[in-house]
Nanobody, 112 residues
Framework: QVQLVESGGGLVQPGGSLRLSCAAS????????MSWYRQAPGKARELVAR????????IYADSVKGRFTISRDNRKNTVSLQMNSLKSEDTAVYYC?????WGQGTQVTVSS
């Protein structure tokens, strides 16, 4: 069965960095577009970044452009999100996504 397992969340100060990883299993990873979403308290879940099958095209939410970078390793079945210059408004639960499948989420808290 499809499994998406996120890791790498935590507490970081404003301006800091975190790297999230998602380990995928149960499907042919290289065949699918992969995405990261986030959901802040009281807000709807929103798309953060998406990467095509071969990693050749990436899209980002306007709010994270220039600060976040999505990447994938099709040999290791992983997709990552490098987050730099973090702001308090980046605080949310971050989810790995493939179509209708979701990971359990990892909490990112940006606070001094």
């Amino acid at each position: 069965q499809v499994q998406l397992v996120e890791s790498g969340g935590g507490l970081v100060q404003p301006g800091g960095s975190l790297r999230l990883s998602c380990a995928a299993s149960g499907f042919t990873f290289w065949y699918y577009v992969m995405s990261w979403y986030r959901q802040a308290p009281g807000k709807a879940r929103e798309l953060v970044a998406r990467i095509t099958k071969d990693g050749g095209r990436k899209i980002y939410a306007d709010s994270v452009k220039g600060r976040f970078t999505i990447s994938r390793d099709n040999r290791k079945n992983t997709v990552s999100l490098q987050m730099n210059s973090l702001k308090s408004e980046d605080t949310a639960v971050y989810y790995c996504n493939r179509d209708e499948y979701w990971g359990q989420g990892t909490q990112v808290t940006v606070s001094s």
